[in-house]
């Protein structure tokens, strides 16, 4: 939109002095401009987001390689790499790029988030339970937390933990359950 818009003004400059360094002035705008945009992360993180949802994985990896080249401290670049590596089944690139982001932003609830789902996908309850227990903190409901917590010791296979869990959530939520027709024990 932007090369259109300069280029239509630059050609009717053109078009009114008609000469050749009229038409070289006006291509040199339309270059400048492409390079500009072609080197931001803004440009690859946009084009990232546009292969994802035409589930063209490798390509957005790629976009956000490019980024990251002109960005390396942005931690939401690191977040999505990492996130599109999960989508590829690439536990270990992926658990790297969200360990830079995190580094990056230890604030950052999505990053905890994801961290979780790789470290539950890599058998890594332990860490996927430390990093759960930082979300509170990070402004997640404490519920949500919760039951995330039991599916993770249910996984983890410790049961008298996640039993322990699971009374936590009833307790905690029992008001709520009861109004939406939950039975409890």
């Known amino acids: 939109m932007v090369f259109i818009s300069a280029l239509k003004i630059e050609t009717w400059n053109v078009a009114l002095v008609g000469d050749r360094w009229g038409i070289a002035i006006c291509l040199a705008l339309v270059l400048a401009l492409f390079i500009r945009c072609y080197l931001t992360p803004l440009f690859w993180s946009a084009l990232a ?3 994802l949802k035409r589930n063209e994985n490798a390509r957005a990896i790629d976009a ?25 089944g690439r536990l270990d690139d992926a658990l790297a790029s969200l360990k830079k982001a995190w580094e990056l932003a230890p604030d950052q609830l999505s990053i905890s988030q994801e961290l979780v789902r790789i470290y539950r996908g890599l058998g890594r309850f332990d860490d996927a339970l430390a990093t759960l227990d930082r979300q509170v903190d990070l402004g997640c409901a ?14 983890a296979r ?25 039975a409890l024990r």
């Open 49 to 51: 987001s546009r292969f």
């Open 64 to 88: 956000f390689d490019r980024a990251l080249r002109l960005s390396p401290r942005d931690a939401r670049l690191w977040l999505g790499r990492g996130a599109t590596f999960r989508r590829l």
């Open 142 to 155: 404490p519920t949500a937390v919760m039951l995330t917590r039991c599916v993770l010791e249910i996984d």
């Open 158 to 182: 410790r049961f008298s933990d996640a039993e322990k869990s699971c009374d936590r959530l009833i307790a905690t939520n029992a008001e709520a359950l009861a109004s939406q027709g939950y």
